[in-house]
C-alpha cells in the first residue's frame, strides 16, 4: 500500500529564479533572509528537523548543511512566467502552462466592475493594487456605511473581495464572489476570486476573520490528482487544496484554516489505511506573515512546523514517500512591495525504503514533482521527469 504525503509549504522559496528581474524581485530569497533576520534580532533560527532533513544542504543557499542528510534534496523552477499560488500548485501537480491567467496591476477595467455592481445590485469601492490588511484600514469604515464591497488586486491572477462580516452575512458575500467568478471568465479570466470577510470598526481597527473562500478555476488540464483518482486510489486534500483544484481530482476534503489544524490533520489522516495522495498546503508562512512582512512572525511559523515534522515522520508507513516543498517565494523582509516573489521552490524527500542524502539538484519544472508521485504510486503521468531512479535502492 504506498503513499505519498505532499505538503506545500506556502511561500517559503529558497533563491530568486534567473528572470526575477522581470518580476520586479531581484535578490529576494525568503528562507535565507528568514534565517538572516532571526540570527540577528531573534534568538538564532531554529529548524533542525528540516535541516536534518537536507534543506541547508540545497544548491545555492549557502547555509552549513549536515554531513549525512536522511532525506534527499534539492530545488525547482517554475515553468510559467508566473509567481501565484494557483499556477505554483498547477505546476506541482504536473501542468505546464504557457500562458498564465491575465493580472490587473491597474486595476479592473469599467467594463468589469459596472458590469460586477449590475449583477450583484451595489457598487463597489476600491480596485487598486493593494496589501488586504492595509486596504480595509482604509476603506473599512466607508464599506461600513455604504455596504459597498471592497474589490482589490495584486500581482497575482486575482480578485480579491473584502466585506464586514456584520455588513454583509458570509452567505452572501459568498454569492457575491460567485458572482465574480462566473464574470472573470474568456479573456478576462483570472485563477482566483478570493472572499475575504472582516470585522471590526474605525476606533478598534479592521481584522480579517479565518473565514476566507476560494473561487477557482478547474485546471486546464490533466493532473496527477486525476491519474491519481481514476486508478482508484485516494486524493486527500488538507488546507486550501481543494480551493485551488476547485475539488477537481479530490476524493477527500478537509479545509483546515490555519497550520496548526493543517498539521493535525495531516497527521489524522496518515494514521488512516488509504492509499494514494494526501496533498497538504500550510498557509500560515504566506497568508499571515509572508504578504504581511513580518520575518518574525515567518521564522516562528517555520520552527512551529519543524516541531512537529517528527510527529508526522513517526506516521510514514514502510513504503510512504514524504515530499516537502513550495509554491512560490513570499519574502518578508522584501520592501518593494507586499507579493509574492519569484523564486525557487525547496524540495525535500523522504521515505523509509529511499535512499538518504541524495542531491537532486535544480530540477527544471515543478512537475517533476508529480511525475515521481505518480511513479511512487504505481500511476502513469505524461508531464515532468521523475527523480524516483534517482532515490529508489
Do not use: W
Amino acid at each position: 500500500m504506498s503513499r505519498v504525503a505532499l505538503i506545500v509549504l506556502d511561500s517559503v522559496g529558497v533563491g530568486a529564479l534567473p528572470d526575477a528581474e522581470k518580476f520586479n524581485d531581484v535578490g529576494v530569497n525568503t528562507l535565507g533572509h528568514v534565517k538572516e533576520y532571526a540570527d540577528a534580532n531573534m534568538e538564532g533560527f531554529h529548524i533542525p528537523n528540516l535541516r536534518h532533513m537536507g534543506l541547508y544542504n540545497i544548491d545555492g543557499l549557502g547555509l552549513a548543511g549536515v554531513a549525512e542528510p536522511v532525506g534527499s534534496y534539492g530545488k525547482c523552477k517554475e515553468y510559467a512566467a508566473a509567481k501565484d499560488t494557483t499556477n505554483g500548485h498547477f505546476e506541482i501537480a504536473g501542468l505546464l502552462v504557457d500562458k498564465p491567467n491575465k493580472i490587473f496591476l491597474e486595476g479592473f477595467p469599467k467594463h468589469i466592475t459596472e458590469e460586477l455592481e449590475r449583477r450583484i445590485g451595489t457598487k463597489v469601492i476600491g480596485n487598486y493594487l493593494a496589501s488586504g490588511t492595509e486596504i480595509i484600514q482604509v476603506l473599512g469604515e466607508e464599506h461600513t456605511k455604504t455596504g459597498y464591497p471592497i474589490i482589490y488586486t495584486s500581482a497575482d491572477s486575482l480578485m480579491q473581495i473584502a466585506m464586514h462580516e456584520e455588513v454583509i452575512p458570509l452567505e452572501r458575500q459568498y454569492e457575491i464572489c460567485q458572482i465574480a467568478r462566473n464574470l472573470l471568465v474568456g479573456e478576462d479570466t483570472v485563477s482566483r476570486i478570493i472572499c475575504r470577510p472582516f470585522v471590526g470598526g474605525p476606533e478598534t481597527g479592521f481584522t480579517r476573520t479565518e473565514n476566507r473562500k476560494d473561487f477557482s478555476i478547474d485546471p486546464p488540464g490533466k493532473t496527477v490528482l486525476d491519474a491519481v483518482k481514476e486508478s482508484g486510489q485516494e486524493v486527500i486534500a488538507v488546507g486550501k487544496i481543494e480551493d485551488i483544484f476547485n475539488k477537481v481530482g479530490i476524493t477527500k476534503i478537509d479545509h483546515t484554516k490555519n497550520n496548526h489544524e493543517g498539521i493535525e490533520s495531516t497527521i489524522k489522516f496518515l494514521r488512516q489505511d488509504f492509499e494514494g495522495l494526501l496533498f497538504v498546503n500550510l498557509v500560515d508562512t504566506d497568508m499571515l506573515y509572508g504578504h504581511r512582512r513580518n520575518p518574525e512572525g515567518y521564522a516562528k511559523s517555520l520552527e512551529y512546523f519543524d516541531s512537529r515534522l517528527p510527529e508526522i515522520l513517526a506516521e510514514l508507513r514502510e513504503d510512504d514517500m514524504l515530499i516537502i516543498t513550495a509554491d512560490h517565494g513570499c519574502d518578508p523582509t522584501y520592501t518593494k512591495s507586499t507579493d509574492h516573489t519569484r523564486e525557487y521552490t525547496p524540495l525535500l524527500v523522504y521515505g523509509p525504503k529511499l535512499r538518504q542524502g541524495v542531491n537532486l539538484h535544480v530540477r527544471d519544472t515543478f512537475a517533476d514533482i508529480a511525475a515521481s508521485a505518480a511513479e511512487h504510486l504505481g500511476v502513469g503521468y505524461e508531464n515532468g521527469v521523475s527523480f524516483m531512479t534517482d532515490i529508489r535502492k
